[in-house]
């Protein structure tokens, strides 16, 4: 069966991903016949009448052109009937748990987003909803089920140890409670990973990382197939007002369009330095679902394309904290430097960056220990990055070792002796 190409800015499940990327909301301009949309930066639009615009648009806040190509985009590769986008990830977080009525109650994953995590403790308190961290959702959700639980949150993988979390036995155990699903897909994007087929009501993600992909815009946004939720959301979309601008809509819709190639290559180049570091005598673990050693990897192979394991790992490297921050800058091509998902390869130390803000005890009781550095892969070449890993490895443990060697009481200057380094 072919479809004519003209149609397919309006998705259909005929099509592969790679087709939906490149042409799901991306209609040809009418009068110019443009083929790539203009950047429609005007905030009002005219009526014709009081209460009769010309088109579909009245002001650039509740909707435009950009906004509303950007997210059917998404919303056919998540296999959603709606997406709706937001000025940044922790945007679409926020605007969800406002969503929730007063003394409402959410379970969440213990690992979650730093980001995340600060507003469930810190802000959504303030509004009368707690929240309920478990670090094993799968065994105990339903223990942790109240009268007033409205949402559960699962991130699969977790940020930085990778663990996955089986979102069908979630869902399932959430929905015979009256328990609707959220899941942040931010590290695998929709390539990889479609949460609403295993069960989930909502996916968000933080289209600053693999979306966009280019380090170049901050943005958010979440998918979902409910008519009611299209409505609440919506509403306080407008409403909150936390609304990315028409010209990031556009960097970001362009950013999607090569999301497949991205995502793939982000993947092999993970899975070629996973070995690499497994292969290591300078490494003590490494954290990477496409590996056949991941606790979780028969997870992966059911809720990952083609088994996947993502443009994102960690490893704990030898000789502690010392080692892992001569690691970060002793690479060439890995730029020390938080977020992920870009098209560059990206390194950095989550004990003292992304999550410096956890009491070391929650941090370590997740595997956050202070020789764990964590990488997002780029889309350069895969030998490459395996010899830069591998010239930062050995030269990092061998440095670090030779001082601790020459002082052997040393501590890494956080209270944890490293002399076990070689
Ligand atoms: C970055 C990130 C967020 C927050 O997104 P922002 O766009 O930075 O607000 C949420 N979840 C995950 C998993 C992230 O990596």
């Not at 469930?120 to 007033?148: L, M, S």
């Not at 919506?234 to 190639?261: E, M």
Request: glycine share 8%.
């Amino acid at each position: 069966m072919t479809v004519p190409i003209d149609s397919i800015d309006n998705p259909s499940p005929a099509h592969g991903f790679g087709t939906l990327a490149v042409h799901a909301g991306s209609p040809h301009d009418p009068t110019t016949g443009a083929v790539i949309e203009p950047i429609s930066l005007s905030t009002t639009y005219e009526q014709t009448a009081v209460g009769k615009p010309v088109g579909q648009y009245e002001y650039s806040r509740s909707s435009n052109p950009n906004r509303d190509n950007f997210e059917k985009a998404v919303a056919a590769l998540e296999n959603a009937k709606y997406a709706l986008a937001f000025g940044s990830g922790s945007a679409a977080t926020a605007t969800i748990l406002q969503s929730l009525a007063q003394g409402s109650h959410v379970i969440s994953v213990s690992d979650v987003y730093g980001g995340t995590h600060r507003y469930f403790t810190r802000v959504a308190k303030a509004h009368g909803v707690t929240v309920t961290f478990t670090p094993q959702i799968e065994v105990d959700i339903a223990e942790h089920i109240r009268e007033n639980t409205k949402l559960v949150w699962i991130e699969s993988p977790s940020n930085p140890t990778l663990r996955l979390v089986d979102i069908r036995s979630v869902a399932e155990a959430a929905h015979a409670r009256g328990v609707a699903v959220v899941v942040d897909n931010t590290f695998l994007s929709p390539y990889i990973q479609n949460p609403l087929e295993h069960g989930a009501d909502i996916v968000v993600h933080s289209v600053t990382k693999y979306i966009n992909g280019h380090s170049d815009v901050v943005m958010g946004l979440a998918a979902f197939n409910s008519d009611e939720l299209r409505e609440r959301l919506a509403f306080l979309q407008n409403a909150g007002g936390a609304v990315p601008s028409a010209f990031d809509c556009w960097l970001a819709h362009r950013g999607v369009k090569t999301l497949h190639l991205r995502v793939k290559q982000s993947s092999i180049n993970a899975t070629a330095v996973a070995e690499a570091l497994e292969a290591s005598p300078y490494v003590v673990a490494v954290h990477y679902p496409g590996l056949d050693s991941h606790p979780h990897r028969h997870i992966a192979l059911r809720q990952h394309r083609d088994g996947m394991g993502g443009g994102m790992l960690s490893f704990r490297i030898k000789g502690g904290r010392a080692a892992a921050e001569r690691f970060c800058q002793l690479t060439r091509i890995y730029t020390l430097a938080e977020s992920l998902g870009g098209i560059e390869s990206l390194c950095e130390l989550p004990s003292a960056m992304t999550h410096a803000g956890i009491p070391r005890d929650q941090r370590e009781a997740v595997g956050v220990f202070d020789d764990l550095v964590r990488i997002s892969s780029g889309i350069e070449e895969p030998e490459d990055l395996v010899h830069d890993v591998e010239q930062a490895l050995e030269r990092a443990v061998r440095e670090t070792t030779a001082a601790t060697d020459a002082t052997p009481h040393m501590s890494n200057g956080n209270g944890v002796t490293n002399g076990h380094a070689a």
